[in-house]
Protein backbone atom coordinates (compact mmCIF):
# COMPACT_ATOMS: atom_id res chain seq x y z
CA UNK A 1 0.00 0.00 0.00
CA UNK A 2 1.47 3.49 -1.00
CA UNK A 3 2.38 5.81 2.04
CA UNK A 4 1.28 9.04 2.31
CA UNK A 5 2.86 12.02 4.77
CA UNK A 6 1.90 15.47 5.06
CA UNK A 7 1.77 18.30 7.63
CA UNK A 8 -0.59 17.06 9.54
CA UNK A 9 -1.35 13.03 10.76
CA UNK A 10 -3.41 10.63 10.02
CA UNK A 11 -7.08 11.46 11.73
CA UNK A 12 -5.38 14.68 12.99
CA UNK A 13 -6.27 18.09 12.18
CA UNK A 14 -5.45 20.10 9.29
CA UNK A 15 -3.24 23.26 9.81
CA UNK A 16 -5.33 26.14 9.29
CA UNK A 17 -2.78 27.63 6.59
CA UNK A 18 -4.38 24.97 4.08
CA UNK A 19 -7.67 26.08 4.74
CA UNK A 20 -10.49 29.40 3.62
CA UNK A 21 -9.56 30.68 7.12
CA UNK A 22 -5.89 30.71 6.43
CA UNK A 23 -3.57 30.79 3.15
CA UNK A 24 -5.78 28.42 1.23
CA UNK A 25 -2.92 26.32 -0.16
CA UNK A 26 -2.62 22.42 -0.88
CA UNK A 27 0.26 21.06 1.66
CA UNK A 28 2.68 19.59 0.55
CA UNK A 29 2.23 15.05 -0.11
CA UNK A 30 4.62 13.09 0.48
CA UNK A 31 4.12 9.79 -1.51
CA UNK A 32 6.34 6.33 -0.89
CA UNK A 33 6.07 3.23 -1.79
CA UNK A 34 4.86 3.49 -5.15
CA UNK A 35 4.89 0.75 -6.82
CA UNK A 36 6.82 -0.13 -9.82
CA UNK A 37 4.12 -0.31 -12.33
CA UNK A 38 2.54 2.94 -11.96
CA UNK A 39 3.19 5.33 -14.41
CA UNK A 40 1.27 8.52 -13.07
CA UNK A 41 -0.41 9.21 -9.75
CA UNK A 42 -3.74 10.50 -8.99
CA UNK A 43 -5.05 12.73 -5.93
CA UNK A 44 -8.70 13.56 -4.89
CA UNK A 45 -9.19 15.22 -1.56
CA UNK A 46 -12.94 15.34 -0.70
CA UNK A 47 -15.28 16.19 2.63
CA UNK A 48 -17.60 13.12 3.79
CA UNK A 49 -19.11 15.46 6.04
CA UNK A 50 -20.59 17.93 3.81
CA UNK A 51 -24.47 18.14 4.19
CA UNK A 52 -25.96 16.94 0.71
CA UNK A 53 -23.12 15.38 -0.69
CA UNK A 54 -19.55 14.25 -0.27
CA UNK A 55 -17.51 17.88 -1.46
CA UNK A 56 -14.72 17.69 -3.26
CA UNK A 57 -11.69 19.98 -2.85
CA UNK A 58 -9.45 19.15 -5.01
CA UNK A 59 -8.38 16.73 -7.94
CA UNK A 60 -5.08 16.16 -9.71
CA UNK A 61 -3.93 13.58 -11.92
CA UNK A 62 -1.18 12.56 -14.55
CA UNK A 63 1.31 13.22 -11.73
CA UNK A 64 4.80 11.60 -13.25
CA UNK A 65 6.08 8.58 -11.44
CA UNK A 66 10.17 8.27 -11.86
CA UNK A 67 10.53 6.65 -8.66
CA UNK A 68 8.75 5.17 -5.56
CA UNK A 69 9.08 8.42 -4.16
CA UNK A 70 7.70 11.50 -4.87
CA UNK A 71 6.84 15.06 -3.50
CA UNK A 72 3.61 16.93 -4.53
CA UNK A 73 4.92 20.70 -3.40
CA UNK A 74 3.10 23.15 -1.09
CA UNK A 75 0.91 25.51 -2.94
CA UNK A 76 0.45 24.22 -6.91
CA UNK A 77 -0.83 27.08 -8.59
CA UNK A 78 -5.06 26.63 -9.47
CA UNK A 79 -4.10 26.22 -12.97
CA UNK A 80 -5.18 23.34 -15.19
CA UNK A 81 -1.98 22.39 -16.69
CA UNK A 82 0.97 22.33 -14.04
CA UNK A 83 4.59 22.37 -14.89
CA UNK A 84 5.56 18.99 -14.40
CA UNK A 85 1.73 18.18 -17.42
CA UNK A 86 -0.01 16.85 -13.82
CA UNK A 87 -3.50 18.62 -14.54
CA UNK A 88 -6.17 19.96 -12.04
CA UNK A 89 -9.67 19.67 -12.86
CA UNK A 90 -12.75 21.26 -11.03
CA UNK A 91 -13.48 21.46 -6.94
CA UNK A 92 -17.13 21.85 -5.64
CA UNK A 93 -16.23 25.45 -5.61
CA UNK A 94 -16.33 25.28 -9.42
CA UNK A 95 -12.68 26.16 -9.26
CA UNK A 96 -9.45 25.06 -10.97
CA UNK A 97 -6.69 23.66 -8.41
CA UNK A 98 -6.82 22.79 -4.47
CA UNK A 99 -9.29 24.76 -2.61
CA UNK A 100 -9.24 24.00 1.27
CA UNK A 101 -11.19 22.80 4.04
CA UNK A 102 -14.00 25.25 4.86
CA UNK A 103 -17.14 23.90 6.64
CA UNK A 104 -20.44 25.79 6.49
CA UNK A 105 -20.80 25.46 9.97
CA UNK A 106 -18.57 26.37 12.76
CA UNK A 107 -17.35 23.68 15.68
CA UNK A 108 -18.33 20.92 13.41
CA UNK A 109 -15.29 18.48 13.04
CA UNK A 110 -15.16 17.40 9.17
CA UNK A 111 -13.11 14.70 7.90
CA UNK A 112 -10.94 15.68 4.49
CA UNK A 113 -9.57 12.57 2.32
CA UNK A 114 -6.80 12.75 0.81
CA UNK A 115 -6.61 9.49 -2.16
CA UNK A 116 -3.88 8.89 -3.77
CA UNK A 117 -4.45 6.59 -6.24
CA UNK A 118 -1.00 4.49 -8.46
CA UNK A 119 -2.57 4.34 -12.17
CA UNK A 120 -0.91 2.49 -14.89
CA UNK A 121 -0.98 4.74 -17.93
CA UNK A 122 -1.02 8.69 -18.75
CA UNK A 123 -5.01 10.00 -18.45
CA UNK A 124 -5.98 11.76 -21.71
CA UNK A 125 -8.18 14.72 -20.15
CA UNK A 126 -9.47 17.75 -21.36
CA UNK A 127 -11.95 20.03 -20.87
CA UNK A 128 -13.92 20.87 -17.64
CA UNK A 129 -12.73 17.64 -15.72
CA UNK A 130 -14.62 16.43 -12.76
CA UNK A 131 -14.12 13.94 -9.66
CA UNK A 132 -17.30 11.59 -11.48
CA UNK A 133 -15.53 11.93 -15.04
CA UNK A 134 -11.69 11.62 -13.54
CA UNK A 135 -12.78 8.50 -11.63
CA UNK A 136 -14.48 6.64 -14.56
CA UNK A 137 -11.27 7.26 -16.81
CA UNK A 138 -8.92 5.61 -14.24
CA UNK A 139 -11.06 2.81 -11.96
CA UNK A 140 -9.64 0.00 -14.44
CA UNK A 141 -5.95 0.88 -14.13
CA UNK A 142 -5.32 1.66 -10.30
CA UNK A 143 -2.21 -0.89 -9.16
CA UNK A 144 -2.34 0.31 -5.85
CA UNK A 145 -3.64 3.45 -3.61
CA UNK A 146 -3.66 4.93 0.02
CA UNK A 147 -4.87 7.96 2.14
CA UNK A 148 -4.80 9.80 4.80
CA UNK A 149 -7.71 11.74 6.86
CA UNK A 150 -7.41 15.52 7.98
CA UNK A 151 -9.48 16.43 10.44
CA UNK A 152 -10.78 20.64 10.88
CA UNK A 153 -13.05 22.84 12.37
CA UNK A 154 -13.83 26.56 12.33
CA UNK A 155 -13.92 27.91 15.08
Known amino acids: MIKIST ?9 KKYTC ?5 NPKIIIQ ?11 ICDDSDAPFKTFVHWII ?3 PVK ?3 IIVKEGLPKINVLPNNAKQGLNDF ?14 EIH ?3 FKVYAINTKLELDGKIT ?11 VVDEGKIVGLYKRT
Not at 33 to 43: E, R
Open 7 to 15: EFDNNDFIP
Open 21 to 25: DGENI
Open 33 to 43: DIPKKAKTLVI
Open 61 to 63: WNI
Open 67 to 69: DSY
Open 94 to 107: GKLGYYGPCPSKHN
Open 111 to 113: HYF
Open 131 to 141: KNILEKAFKNF
